[in-house]
């Protein structure tokens, strides 16, 4: 088995790749394997990342998390299209979000009218590409998965032609 010399953390969503790195080194040195275990670490008002992640205020945290779960209520929703003519789609995202330039907080728009909007279908398309592409990318060390990282290499090259990715 190889030596490993470093670990190089990276942020995948909303981490800076500094934070990312710091909190990578703190998880591995801590050996925190727990959420519960950094939440209670990060309360001592001392913690590095006491003000910088977590919402201490009860009613801001309360509300934070309700909205947290209000969009896990509308993201679980999906949808089947029928048609007059009896043909049927199943679609897993009934209202995608989506989201506008310079705006911090997306819009969730029922599915077929994102589809039918070309701006909005391509963002989509784009959010779904790197949501795939992460999820491959976490798992791209066991050979089994190899087939599905040159078809997201395939997508990605064809979505690079379309001009939806750059």
Do not use: C
Not at 20 to 47: F, M, N, S, V, W
Not at 82 to 97: C, F, H, K, Q, S
């Amino acid at each position: 088995m190889k030596k490993i010399a470093k670990h190089i953390y990276h942020a995948k969503n909303r981490l800076s790749g500094k934070d990312a790195q710091i909190i990578g080194e703190y998880l591995a040195t801590e050996k925190i394997t727990k959420a519960r275990e950094l939440y209670e670490r990060a309360k001592a008002e001392d913690h590095f990342l006491h003000n910088k992640y977590f919402v201490w205020d009860k009613d801001k945290a309360t509300e934070l998390y309700n909205i947290h779960i209000a969009r896990n209520i509308i993201n679980d929703i999906g949808v089947e299209i029928v048609y007059e003519d009896g043909e049927t789609i199943m679609l897993p995202e009934a209202y995608p979000n989506v989201k506008e330039k310079d705006v911090e907080v997306g819009n969730y728009l029922p599915v077929m009218e994102v589809m039918n909007n070309e701006k909005h279908r391509d963002y989509v398309i784009k959010v779904a590409f790197n949501e795939m592409k992460i999820a491959s990318e976490k798992y791209n060390s066991y050979i089994e998965f190899s087939k599905i990282q040159l078809a997201i290499k395939d997508v990605e090259e064809d979505l690079k032609n379309r001009s939806i990715l750059q």
